[in-house]
């Protein structure tokens, strides 16, 4: 089956930091992939996602890049914020059109800026 | 649009006792999903519909678990009887049907004593 493995945290870093949050999945066929991130008390919200090889999703000063020969899709930020403190979820859909019904979460990492 | 909807925010009973947790999806989605968060199991998917209609409800972890989406702008999931590992934060999420996007609720904090 399908299974989205990510780092453990919780990752401390200070601000203006650089950030890396790894992420590896295990899909059979192309699947969709997809960052997730959810603030103190909040419900998720997607960041960004990259629908096929070597494509490269960007938001907000995050970007992943999926990479279909070590199957991974890492998150990264140039420079962090104390604003960047949540929780991020990979993750990743098997259908064919990345439908929500297929999407299989990873477990999440905390992310922790301090100023 | 207020987003999806969810109530209580905060649920505080007794094991034994039934809960009834309430979503109110984004007005024009057709898919509605019932997510379980926990720190041991990270967020599991319970039960998802499509046009009202459960579609796979795999997830659900026992009897004691059902959900219902009477219509397209309202959906519940009850717990009869409530066990403390139940305890969680449970999430509705609403999109379009074939859409990447997934809208997520606040959630409902669960605590069984």
Not at chain 1, 31 to 56: C, H, I, N, R
Not at chain 1, 73 to 96: I, T, W
Not at chain 2, 39 to 44: C, I
Request: glycine share 10%.
């Amino acid at each position: 089956g399908n299974s989205v493995t990510q780092m453990e945290g919780p990752v401390t870093l200070s601000e203006e930091a650089f950030l890396t949050i790894n992420c590896t999945y295990t899909a059979t066929g192309y699947p969709s992939l997809f960052w997730y991130v959810q603030y103190p008390g909040e419900g998720l919200q997607l960041l960004l996602k990259a629908t096929k090889a070597d494509d490269k999703g960007s938001n907000k000063g995050f970007e992943a890049t999926y990479r279909k020969e070590t199957t991974s899709f890492h998150l990264e930020k140039g420079s962090v914020q104390v604003s960047d403190s949540a929780v991020y979820f990979c993750a990743l859909s098997d259908r064919s059109g990345g439908g929500a019904d297929g999407l299989t979460f990873g477990k999440g990492t905390h992310l922790i800026i301090q100023p | 649009d207020a987003g999806v909807i969810q109530s209580p925010r905060h649920e505080v009973t007794e094991m034994g006792q039934e809960v009834t947790l309430r979503c109110k999806p984004i007005s024009g989605h057709n898919s509605l999903f019932w997510y379980r968060q926990t720190m041991m199991r990270g967020l599991e998917l319970l039960i998802y519909f499509n046009n009202n209609v459960p579609i796979d409800d795999s997830g659900m972890p026992e009897d004691r678990f059902s959900a219902k989406m009477p219509n397209a702008s309202f959906s519940t999931l009850k717990i009869q009887p409530s066990e403390p590992r139940d305890s969680a934060v449970y999430f509705c999420a609403s999109s379009f049907l074939q859409a990447q996007k997934l809208f997520f609720g606040s959630g409902t904090q669960l605590s069984v004593l």
